[in-house]
């Protein structure tokens, strides 16, 4: 519907910064799954030609190396299975090479990471691996698809949703909020947008203008991936284009708080100062920088209202901070709960002498 006509194209800033997240939240990811699972699957639903004009690595190559290169792959030893899947004849034919001169660099190549290519519609393919599913009566092994198209179509919430149904299955995906804003009330494409919501109530957004129909669709596609999908935690991040809108989203759905942790941690590392920025709020406020480092007073003020004259255990917090603001768990201990026990706002119960180790109840006052 979109996107450029050639097989390789620029790489553009932004998709450098989402390049960043996933280099960021793989190089978390990988370890943490593969401590715990025989075999973990990464799935590339829109995978490119591997290559950008300029020779810069492409998703498919940025998910390799990250686990190849990572400090502790040797101790890795579970499977990885990755699958990239590319339509266009033409990307998927620089995309193979790309992979093999990868294959050929690299060799002798690790006998438990295996890549299949396939040239097909993320659609076709996704439902495939689920009736495959259904008929060997089987859940999927823990996944991380990464679905990201340059338009609107051939991504239904309803294909995604049967894909990743199973729990340690998680989606990162690329949300493209600006052509949804351009064509919500034209009609021309309603069933592409149908699908991709699985509601008709982005038909709603006609109504509004400027920022609120942005916001109702960023709203809007976050209830249903957290509806439909069942996903309990989702984070956006928002990539502004060089106009200064923002075009597109990528939201991040997950059923596992650890893997919400990482990818804010990834997420963070991206400037937010920069041309890029968080677009989630707490309570219509985002996250300032004042002069002395960041401004934690929202997140301090969040904790002690949900909390008000409540014995809390540590991880609760954690959990709280994680999924319910903007901040990364590393911004509640020292930024946070230190100074308040400094002030006695808090008391604090602790198994040792200092810090807020597992097994910290902390009082908040009334
Ligand atoms: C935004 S690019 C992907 C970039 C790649 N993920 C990266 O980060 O390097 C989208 C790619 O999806 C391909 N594509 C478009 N529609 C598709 C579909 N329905 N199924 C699979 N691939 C598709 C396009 O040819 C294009 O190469």
């Given at each position: ?362 009082l908040f006052p009334a």
């Amino acid at each position: 519907m979109v996107g450029p006509k050639t097989t390789h194209w620029k790489l553009e800033p932004h998709t450098k910064a989402k390049h960043e997240i996933l280099r960021g939240y793989l190089n978390g990811w990988f370890p943490v799954m593969s401590r715990y699972n025989d075999r973990i699957f990464f799935f590339d639903g829109f995978a490119g030609p591997g290559r950008y004009e300029n020779g810069e690595a492409g998703s498919p190559i940025i998910a390799l190396t990250t686990l190849l290169d990572h400090a502790h792959f040797s101790k890795m030893e579970c499977d990885f299975l990755f699958m990239f899947c590319e339509h266009d004849p033409k990307r998927f034919a620089s995309l193979e090479a790309e992979i093999e001169k990868l294959q050929n660099a690299r060799a002798p190549w690790p006998r438990n990471v295996k890549v299949q290519l396939v040239n097909e519609e993320f659609e076709a393919r996704a439902s495939n691996i689920v009736t495959e599913m259904k008929r060997l009566k089987k859940q999927l092994v823990p996944t991380f698809a990464f679905v990201d198209p340059f338009g609107v179509s051939g991504l239904p919430i309803a294909v995604i949703k049967d894909l990743l149904a199973s729990p340690r299955c998680e989606l990162f995906v690329n949300y493209m909020v600006d052509s949804v804003n351009r064509f919500a009330g034209a009609g021309n494409i309603d069933h592409h947008l149908r699908d991709l919501f699985g509601t008709e109530r982005y038909k709603e957004a006609a109504n509004l203008q400027g920022q609120p129909r942005q916001l109702f669709l960023h709203d809007l596609y976050e209830e249903q991936l957290k509806s439909t999908c069942e996903f309990p935690f989702v984070q956006s991040f928002a990539m502004i284009n060089s106009h200064g809108h923002i075009g597109y989203y990528l939201f991040y759905g997950t059923r596992d708080i650890k893997g919400l942790e990482i990818m804010k941690d990834s997420m963070w590392k991206i400037d937010p100062g920069g041309d890029y920025r968080f677009s989630d709020r707490l309570v219509g406020q985002t996250i300032l920088f004042i002069e002395d480092g960041l401004d934690v007073r929202p997140l301090r003020q969040a904790i002690l209202t949900e909390f008000a004259g409540k014995a809390v255990p540590i991880q609760q917090l954690e959990e709280f901070t994680i999924s319910r603001t903007p901040y990364r768990k590393s911004h509640l201990r020292r930024p946070v709960l230190t100074p308040m026990e400094k002030e006695n706002v808090i008391q604090v119960r602790r198994p040792g002498k200092s810090g807020f180790p597992p097994g910290t109840i902390v009082l908040f006052p009334a």
